[in-house]
């Protein structure tokens, strides 16, 4: 692509090529030469070559990030770059799928390097830590707007789809839920939270590490899965549609952090039930891998916790009851609070 610095005649320095030179393929490339994985080419061609096995199906997924919607105007670059590719990654993870690969399409408003080199270093630490590296994309001037295309590999077959949870299944949960909407009210003043509380949680909304290993260890395990990106419930209400089954959720079992613990419990339960941006995984799994799972969680040292059952569906529409601390069900008229979910045009 193109590109021009229409509104910034004093950066027109660093071109497009030099840009991507220096900010991406440079480090692209240190990581194909340490680790080429399935890469038989990468950036700097028409198209980018990743070798596939017959015994493989591919996984592709696609994240935007957007000024304005998904982060605030002037936000750290660094924490942009890492979640930018997180989100995707959590995509992957949920499928069960081998990272191997991304391309990222980015317009930036300027070409400025002060910015690119900070974006570029929150993006390799990622990309590095998942040995996933970037292998192509397009770069424009524009609204700053980030979109990854990441690419990975399943055993065929045997890919943990939304659609394949079964009567009877646990459902679980990894980490803690709640804290990137805790992080986002504080920020926005919608709540007071002490400097001490906002820097033990806030990296889970700016910096959230992708369940990859987890996802990968559940393929065989787990019987349907899904990455909590939009609330809890309401990402696990996709499954139930796509299984068509009922859930019974037990609504305080849900893993909160410590910080989140000291909230109000009205908060928690809606925070942790939907508040968005955790990147956690949400799977189901016969009773059967229970112990399975519990050795997982301290191998991983991760919490996996158990919150609630997949149940045969009984009326024409998939339902979700929520159980209370005393086993009691709650009213649907208190329900629907808790299984809302983000949607960009509602
Ligand atoms: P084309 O015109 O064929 O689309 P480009 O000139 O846009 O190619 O890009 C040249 C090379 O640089 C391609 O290999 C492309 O994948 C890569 N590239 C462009 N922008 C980026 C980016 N932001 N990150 C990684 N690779 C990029
Ligand atoms: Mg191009």
Redesign the pocket.
């Known amino acids: 692509?193109h590109f021009q610095h229409p509104q910034h005649p004093q950066s027109t320095r660093l071109g497009?090529?030099d840009l991507?030179q220096r900010f991406?393929?440079m480090h692209?490339e240190q990581m194909l030469a340490a680790n080429p994985g399935s890469v038989t080419l990468g950036?700097?061609?028409?198209?980018?070559l990743l070798a596939n096995q017959a015994n493989e199906d591919m996984a592709i997924t696609s994240d935007m990030l957007v000024e304005g919607r998904h982060f605030f105007a002037g936000a750290n670059p660094e924490w942009l770059g890492w979640k930018a590719l997180a989100v995707n990654l959590s995509d992957l993870a949920a499928m069960g799928a081998q990272p191997l690969g991304f391309?990222?399409?980015?317009a930036l408003p300027s070409a400025d390097p002060h910015w690119l080199e900070r974006f570029s270093k929150g993006l390799f630490a990622i990309a590095n830590r998942f040995s996933c590296p970037?292998?192509?994309?397009?770069?424009t001037a524009g609204p700053l707007n980030i979109c990854i295309t990441a690419f990975g590999s399943t055993l065929k077959k045997s890919a943990i789809r939304r659609s394949t949870a079964l009567d009877g299944d646990d459902i679980w949960v990894s980490g803690y839920v709640g804290d990137a909407r805790l992080t986002l009210a504080a920020l926005r003043h919608e709540i007071q939270l002490p400097q001490i509380d906002l820097d033990a949680i806030k990296s889970q909304m700016h910096q959230p590490v992708p369940r990859v290993e987890l996802g990968l260890a559940l393929r065989g395990v787990a019987h349907s899965a899904i990455d909590v990106s939009d609330g809890l419930l309401g990402d696990l209400r996709h499954v139930l549609h796509q299984s068509q089954k009922d859930a019974e959720i037990l609504l305080d079992q849900l893993p909160k952090s410590p910080t989140l613990l000291k909230q109000p419990l009205d908060l928690q339960r809606l925070y942790a039930s939907c508040g968005g941006d955790d990147y956690e995984l949400c799977f189901t799994a016969p009773a059967h891998q229970r112990t399975a799972i519990e050795n997982l969680s301290t191998a991983l040292q991760l919490p996996l916790t158990h919150i609630g059952a997949i149940k045969p569906m009984k009326g024409s529409e998939p339902e979700m009851a929520l159980i209370d601390h005393d086993g009691k069900k709650l009213p649907a008229s208190a329900t629907d609070a808790f299984l809302q979910s983000f949607d960009h045009f509602a």
């Not at 391309?103 to 980015?106: D, F, Q, V």
């Open positions: 692509m497009e090529f991507i991406f393929k692209s950036i700097g061609d028409d198209c980018a391309t990222l399409a980015i970037l292998i192509g994309g397009d770069t």
